[in-house]
T-cell receptor, first 116, second 115 residues
Protein backbone atom coordinates (compact mmCIF):
# COMPACT_ATOMS: atom_id res chain seq x y z
CA UNK A 1 0.00 0.00 0.00
CA UNK A 2 1.10 3.54 -0.70
CA UNK A 3 1.91 5.89 2.14
CA UNK A 4 3.59 9.23 2.67
CA UNK A 5 4.92 10.74 5.88
CA UNK A 6 5.72 14.30 6.82
CA UNK A 7 7.43 13.87 10.18
CA UNK A 8 7.29 17.52 11.23
CA UNK A 9 3.99 19.23 11.99
CA UNK A 10 5.71 22.62 12.03
CA UNK A 11 8.99 24.06 10.79
CA UNK A 12 10.19 27.45 11.96
CA UNK A 13 12.87 29.33 10.01
CA UNK A 14 14.23 32.86 10.08
CA UNK A 15 13.83 34.90 6.92
CA UNK A 16 16.87 34.58 4.67
CA UNK A 17 17.87 31.18 6.04
CA UNK A 18 17.58 27.95 4.06
CA UNK A 19 14.56 25.78 4.71
CA UNK A 20 13.82 22.08 4.40
CA UNK A 21 10.44 20.37 4.70
CA UNK A 22 10.78 16.61 4.97
CA UNK A 23 8.81 13.90 3.19
CA UNK A 24 9.28 10.15 3.02
CA UNK A 25 7.16 7.73 1.03
CA UNK A 26 6.39 4.08 0.47
CA UNK A 27 5.12 2.60 -2.80
CA UNK A 28 5.30 -0.83 -4.37
CA UNK A 29 6.73 0.43 -7.65
CA UNK A 30 8.36 3.65 -8.79
CA UNK A 31 6.75 6.80 -7.49
CA UNK A 32 5.28 9.96 -8.86
CA UNK A 33 5.99 12.62 -6.20
CA UNK A 34 4.48 16.06 -5.74
CA UNK A 35 4.63 19.07 -3.45
CA UNK A 36 1.68 21.40 -2.94
CA UNK A 37 1.26 24.55 -0.86
CA UNK A 38 -1.91 25.80 0.80
CA UNK A 39 -2.39 29.38 1.90
CA UNK A 40 -5.11 30.26 4.45
CA UNK A 41 -8.65 29.72 3.17
CA UNK A 42 -7.37 28.66 -0.22
CA UNK A 43 -7.13 25.44 -2.17
CA UNK A 44 -3.81 23.72 -2.78
CA UNK A 45 -1.35 25.05 -5.34
CA UNK A 46 1.04 22.82 -7.25
CA UNK A 47 4.73 23.54 -6.55
CA UNK A 48 6.70 20.81 -8.29
CA UNK A 49 6.77 17.14 -9.24
CA UNK A 50 9.17 14.28 -9.78
CA UNK A 51 8.32 11.79 -12.50
CA UNK A 52 11.67 10.53 -13.73
CA UNK A 53 15.11 11.84 -14.62
CA UNK A 54 17.18 14.34 -12.65
CA UNK A 55 16.87 13.81 -8.91
CA UNK A 56 16.81 17.56 -8.25
CA UNK A 57 13.55 19.10 -9.34
CA UNK A 58 12.97 22.85 -9.52
CA UNK A 59 9.54 24.35 -9.05
CA UNK A 60 7.59 27.52 -8.41
CA UNK A 61 8.59 30.38 -6.10
CA UNK A 62 12.24 29.25 -5.92
CA UNK A 63 11.47 25.89 -4.32
CA UNK A 64 13.23 22.70 -5.25
CA UNK A 65 13.07 19.10 -4.09
CA UNK A 66 15.52 16.25 -4.08
CA UNK A 67 14.42 12.72 -4.87
CA UNK A 68 16.43 10.09 -2.98
CA UNK A 69 15.44 6.59 -3.97
CA UNK A 70 17.60 4.77 -1.41
CA UNK A 71 16.15 6.81 1.45
CA UNK A 72 12.66 6.97 -0.14
CA UNK A 73 12.60 10.69 0.50
CA UNK A 74 11.52 13.77 -1.39
CA UNK A 75 12.45 16.76 0.78
CA UNK A 76 11.39 20.27 -0.21
CA UNK A 77 14.06 22.95 -0.02
CA UNK A 78 14.62 26.63 -0.60
CA UNK A 79 17.99 28.40 -0.27
CA UNK A 80 16.61 31.60 1.25
CA UNK A 81 13.21 31.72 3.00
CA UNK A 82 10.75 34.59 2.66
CA UNK A 83 8.03 35.58 5.12
CA UNK A 84 5.55 35.03 2.28
CA UNK A 85 6.55 31.34 2.19
CA UNK A 86 4.65 30.83 5.44
CA UNK A 87 1.92 28.32 4.60
CA UNK A 88 0.89 24.67 4.88
CA UNK A 89 2.90 22.31 2.67
CA UNK A 90 1.77 18.89 1.50
CA UNK A 91 3.79 16.09 -0.03
CA UNK A 92 1.91 13.60 -2.23
CA UNK A 93 2.78 10.29 -3.87
CA UNK A 94 1.26 8.09 -6.51
CA UNK A 95 2.46 4.64 -7.51
CA UNK A 96 3.42 4.43 -11.20
CA UNK A 97 1.92 0.98 -11.39
CA UNK A 98 -1.70 1.56 -12.19
CA UNK A 99 -4.22 -0.54 -10.37
CA UNK A 100 -7.56 0.02 -8.76
CA UNK A 101 -5.66 0.76 -5.55
CA UNK A 102 -3.44 3.39 -7.15
CA UNK A 103 -4.39 6.85 -6.03
CA UNK A 104 -2.69 10.05 -4.99
CA UNK A 105 -2.00 9.98 -1.25
CA UNK A 106 -1.23 13.19 0.61
CA UNK A 107 0.90 13.60 3.70
CA UNK A 108 -0.47 15.17 6.84
CA UNK A 109 1.03 18.54 6.00
CA UNK A 110 3.79 20.66 7.52
CA UNK A 111 3.15 24.20 8.62
CA UNK A 112 6.05 26.40 7.62
CA UNK A 113 6.49 29.58 9.62
CA UNK A 114 9.05 32.15 8.52
CA UNK A 115 9.88 34.83 11.08
CA UNK A 116 11.13 38.26 9.94
CA UNK B 1 -7.39 30.29 -18.56
CA UNK B 2 -9.98 30.09 -15.80
CA UNK B 3 -9.11 27.95 -12.80
CA UNK B 4 -11.10 25.25 -11.07
CA UNK B 5 -14.36 26.59 -9.73
CA UNK B 6 -16.43 25.11 -6.95
CA UNK B 7 -19.94 26.00 -5.92
CA UNK B 8 -21.18 26.83 -3.44
CA UNK B 9 -18.23 28.16 -1.42
CA UNK B 10 -20.00 27.85 1.91
CA UNK B 11 -22.85 25.64 2.99
CA UNK B 12 -24.65 25.02 6.26
CA UNK B 13 -26.81 21.92 6.53
CA UNK B 14 -28.61 20.02 9.26
CA UNK B 15 -27.91 16.44 10.26
CA UNK B 16 -29.84 14.00 8.10
CA UNK B 17 -30.06 16.28 5.09
CA UNK B 18 -28.26 15.70 1.84
CA UNK B 19 -25.98 18.02 -0.11
CA UNK B 20 -24.64 18.31 -3.64
CA UNK B 21 -21.37 20.07 -4.39
CA UNK B 22 -20.31 21.11 -7.87
CA UNK B 23 -16.92 21.41 -9.54
CA UNK B 24 -15.99 22.83 -12.93
CA UNK B 25 -12.48 21.81 -14.01
CA UNK B 26 -10.01 23.79 -16.04
CA UNK B 27 -10.93 23.76 -19.71
CA UNK B 28 -9.39 20.71 -21.39
CA UNK B 29 -8.89 18.78 -18.18
CA UNK B 30 -10.61 15.42 -18.20
CA UNK B 31 -9.80 14.15 -14.73
CA UNK B 32 -11.50 15.38 -11.57
CA UNK B 33 -10.71 14.26 -8.04
CA UNK B 34 -12.43 15.08 -4.77
CA UNK B 35 -10.84 15.37 -1.33
CA UNK B 36 -12.10 15.98 2.18
CA UNK B 37 -9.92 18.16 4.36
CA UNK B 38 -10.35 18.30 8.13
CA UNK B 39 -7.98 19.43 10.89
CA UNK B 40 -7.92 15.98 12.45
CA UNK B 41 -7.73 13.72 9.38
CA UNK B 42 -5.89 15.96 6.97
CA UNK B 43 -6.49 15.59 3.26
CA UNK B 44 -8.35 12.41 2.38
CA UNK B 45 -9.08 11.13 -1.10
CA UNK B 46 -12.75 10.61 -1.95
CA UNK B 47 -12.93 9.73 -5.65
CA UNK B 48 -11.31 10.24 -9.02
CA UNK B 49 -13.21 10.52 -12.29
CA UNK B 50 -11.89 10.42 -15.80
CA UNK B 51 -14.07 10.67 -18.90
CA UNK B 52 -17.25 10.14 -16.86
CA UNK B 53 -15.90 6.94 -15.26
CA UNK B 54 -14.96 6.56 -11.62
CA UNK B 55 -11.33 5.39 -11.65
CA UNK B 56 -10.69 5.19 -7.92
CA UNK B 57 -12.53 5.53 -4.67
CA UNK B 58 -11.28 6.28 -1.18
CA UNK B 59 -12.37 4.68 2.08
CA UNK B 60 -15.58 6.57 2.63
CA UNK B 61 -19.06 5.18 3.30
CA UNK B 62 -21.59 4.79 0.54
CA UNK B 63 -23.28 8.03 1.64
CA UNK B 64 -20.58 9.75 -0.40
CA UNK B 65 -21.10 9.51 -4.13
CA UNK B 66 -20.10 11.40 -7.21
CA UNK B 67 -20.40 11.63 -10.93
CA UNK B 68 -18.80 13.31 -13.89
CA UNK B 69 -20.60 14.72 -16.89
CA UNK B 70 -19.59 14.69 -20.54
CA UNK B 71 -18.23 18.25 -20.24
CA UNK B 72 -15.96 17.02 -17.37
CA UNK B 73 -17.90 18.93 -14.74
CA UNK B 74 -18.34 16.89 -11.61
CA UNK B 75 -20.68 16.72 -8.68
CA UNK B 76 -20.40 14.97 -5.36
CA UNK B 77 -23.32 14.12 -3.15
CA UNK B 78 -23.43 13.35 0.54
CA UNK B 79 -26.64 11.87 1.86
CA UNK B 80 -27.82 11.60 5.45
CA UNK B 81 -25.33 14.15 6.68
CA UNK B 82 -23.54 13.59 9.97
CA UNK B 83 -21.76 16.11 12.18
CA UNK B 84 -18.44 14.51 11.21
CA UNK B 85 -19.00 15.42 7.57
CA UNK B 86 -18.22 19.04 8.39
CA UNK B 87 -15.10 19.76 6.36
CA UNK B 88 -13.56 21.61 3.46
CA UNK B 89 -14.28 19.68 0.28
CA UNK B 90 -11.69 20.23 -2.41
CA UNK B 91 -11.98 19.46 -6.08
CA UNK B 92 -8.91 19.07 -8.27
CA UNK B 93 -8.60 18.72 -12.01
CA UNK B 94 -5.79 17.43 -14.18
CA UNK B 95 -5.17 16.72 -17.83
CA UNK B 96 -5.33 12.97 -17.44
CA UNK B 97 -5.26 10.07 -15.10
CA UNK B 98 -3.21 6.98 -14.32
CA UNK B 99 -0.99 5.46 -15.47
CA UNK B 100 0.46 8.85 -16.34
CA UNK B 101 0.15 11.13 -13.35
CA UNK B 102 -0.27 14.81 -14.06
CA UNK B 103 -0.22 17.51 -11.43
CA UNK B 104 -3.56 18.55 -10.04
CA UNK B 105 -5.03 22.01 -9.92
CA UNK B 106 -7.27 22.65 -6.96
CA UNK B 107 -10.34 24.76 -6.55
CA UNK B 108 -10.90 26.99 -3.50
CA UNK B 109 -13.10 24.39 -1.86
CA UNK B 110 -16.59 24.22 -0.41
CA UNK B 111 -16.78 24.70 3.35
CA UNK B 112 -19.57 22.42 4.60
CA UNK B 113 -20.85 22.84 8.14
CA UNK B 114 -23.29 20.29 9.49
CA UNK B 115 -25.29 21.32 12.57
Amino acid sequence: AQSVAQPEDQVNVAEGNPLTVKCTYSVSGNPYLFWYVQYPNRGLQFLLKYITGDNLVKGSYGFEAEFNKSQTSFHLKKPSALVSDSALYFCAVRDMIYSSASKIIFGSGTRLSIRP
Amino acid sequence: KAGVTQTPRYLIKTRGQQVTLSCSPISGHRSVSWYQQTPGQGLQFLFEYFSETQRNKGNFPGRFSGRQFSNSRSEMNVSTLELGDSALYLCASSLGSAPVSYEQYFGPGTRLTVT
